[in-house]
């Protein structure tokens, strides 16, 4: 741990900066995508913008800014109507290559009912033909990076929401991924357990070296987590500003009491407050 | 609370039964004060007496009608299963063919039983085609429900992975379409002694079956009421017991996890 954060700590920090941040190979280009459903409503302006590999970057924005939709885009879940997306710096069809692996955590735990942890856990590699005793090497891995390897044999309904929500990442974790997009994961829970999976989280992320591209509309959430914060507007979704949060990791409660940590909360909170009103201008 | 609950579950038996048993007394008492003749309402004891004199005949009886039963029951399972799968993976063999299943669901048994009867030479064959078409339909509506009704979360999920549409269909929409498809279970086990019933009423007319509705048939005819009750008695026997088997099968497959199955906890 302490090893890690000797390393990676410089890293992280020059990532922040503007110069260093472009050195670094892109893992996620979003190169003018444009969604507009086929109701009409356009649920996203033309948007450009770059996740570089190893950063935590967060969509924050009103309801209704396309953050989500823009993060389905980027798991290729939906297609843009105009403009394109890149994977590492080539198509969707060569994710999976060279174990450039993005994965999905939904807002819900979306568990299957019936399969106890363990089952849930396990999905991935079954759907990918892992040989049995590997798959259970890495099941029982990825519930130990989220601490549930005493409830591996828990059906889901018997688990608290958080720890549900725990199942879940370790089930995205069990496909070891480069790349972890998370739409607003914790937002059904309650503060204390979404700030104790938001440290975790982040432990994990910087232990990893993972990507991260994580949408939340909590201020707090964004300025704790982030490298950098992308705000968004509303009607039409589109990105309205950068923060980069110059903080270095590890971050722990220390943190979220700091005088740095509440002047990056009051900016995001103007920026917001600006979001709605541009927003309410476009209407 | 836990010997409350002990409680409520031993009275949830002991209730019912004292019930049936005030009843039958009052049964048995109306019946001898006002000396009410048998052949009008026999009394309980003399139900009983007659099917303990009349055994071997309402066993043989009771055996045919549980055969056509299982056999209808059986049939409305693997063809309605196959149906809804069917119809589950294409929205066009639904669109197709449903209006006719709704068709084959509303058509009274009675009034198309003659005519399976002349069709189908096997007097049991036609029986036990008459109770399939009335035990079919909620295997199918169900079944085609519940592997509809999958979360949409785990869709995508699976998508996500790459899942064919085998591991689909095995993994996620089986699973999901399990609650509904012992709900079918249920309702289609008690519709095919229902089928065999009702079928070997408009068949034993013709004297070729000899199940529980031909016994009940001939007591009417020879104003033998009391085997007339000991027969219906044997086939309200037969209903219970099949949903007691279905509750119990549904209660194994689906215990672990579903809400339906679920003891609250106090």
């Known amino acids: 741990m302490r090893m890690a954060q000797a390393v990676r700590a410089p890293d992280t920090n020059s990532a922040a900066g503007e110069p260093a941040a472009a ?33 935590f970057v967060t969509l924050l924005g009103p309801s209704g800014c396309g953050k989500s939709t823009l993060l389905k885009m980027v798991a290729n879940l939906i297609e843009p109507t105009s403009g394109g997306l890149m994977w590492w710096g080539r198509d969707y069809g060569h994710v999976g290559e060279d174990g450039k692996k993005l994965v999905f955590v939904f807002q819900d735990p979306t568990l299957m009912p019936w399969a106890r942890v363990r089952g849930n856990v396990r999905l991935p590699l079954d759907l990918a033909g892992v040989p049995k005793s590997e798959g259970d090497a890495r099941v029982d891995k990825a519930l130990a990076t989220v601490g549930l390897e005493k409830f591996d044999a828990s059906y889901p309904r018997q688990l608290s929401g958080g720890m549900q929500m725990r199942a879940s990442i370790a089930r995205a974790l069990v496909t070891e991924p480069n790349l972890l997009l998370m739409d607003e994961p914790f937002g059904a829970l309650d503060e204390i357990t979404r700030n104790k999976l938001d440290q975790d989280l982040l432990d994990l992320w910087f232990e ?25 507007a509303a009607r039409p979704g589109r990105v309205l500003r950068e923060v980069v949060i110059d903080e270095p990791y590890p971050r722990d409660d220390a943190f979220r009491v700091s005088q740095k940590f509440a002047a990056y909360a009051r900016d995001l909170q103007v920026l917001l407050a600006e979001a709605s009103v541009s927003g309410a201008a476009h209407d | 609370m836990a010997a409350l609950d002990k409680n409520s579950r031993i009275l949830g038996i002991v209730l019912p039964i004292l019930v049936g048993i005030v009843m039958l007394v009052m049964w048995e008492g109306s019946v001898r004060y006002w000396q009410v003749p ?13 099917l303990v004199d009349q055994w071997s005949l309402l066993f043989d009886s009771l055996l045919v009608t549980l055969k056509v039963t299982f056999m209808a029951f059986f049939f409305a399972v693997v063809i309605g299963t196959l149906i809804a799968f069917a119809f589950a993976q294409s929205k066009l063999i639904e669109m197709s063919f449903f209006p006719y299943a709704v068709l084959l669901q509303v058509t009274p048994v009675v009034a198309i039983a003659p005519l399976i009867i002349i069709w189908v030479k096997q007097p049991t064959a036609a029986l036990v ?10 295997i199918i509506s169900n079944t085609i429900l519940g592997l509809r009704s999958v979360n949409p979360g785990l869709l995508n999920l699976f998508r996500m992975n790459k899942a064919t549409r085998l591991q689909e269909l ?9 609650p509904y498809f012992f709900g079918g279970l249920r309702i289609s086990s008690g519709l095919a002694l229902i089928g065999a019933v009702v079928a070997e009423f408009v068949a034993g007319t013709g004297g070729t079956s000899a199940g529980l509705a031909y016994q009940i048939l001939q007591a009417g005819f020879q104003l033998d009421i009391p085997l007339l009750f000991a027969a219906l008695f044997l086939i309200t026997l037969t209903g219970v017991a099949l949903f007691l088997l279905m509750v119990t099968l549904s209660r194994l497959a689906l215990g672990d996890w579903h809400e339906s199955e679920l003891v609250p906890e106090t």
Not at chain 1, 216 to 224: A, M, N, P, R
């Open chain 1, 208 to 232: 990893k070296t993972l990507t991260v591209v994580f949408v939340t509309h909590s201020i707090y959430e964004s300025v704790f987590l982030s490298t950098r914060v992308v705000v968004m």
């Open chain 2, 129 to 138: 085609v008459c109770a399939t078409i009335v035990a079919l339909f909620p």
């Open chain 2, 170 to 178: 095995v993994r996620l929409r089986i699973p999901s379409a399990a």
């Open chain 2, 38 to 50: 048998k052949y009008l309402v026999p009394s309980p004891v003399l139900v009983a007496q007659t």
């Open chain 1, 23 to 55: 050195a670094r190979p892109p893992a996620i280009e979003v190169l003018g995508a444009e969604k507009i459903f086929s109701n009409g409503v356009r649920a996203l302006a033309p948007i450009d913008l770059t996740v570089n590999q190893g950063e």
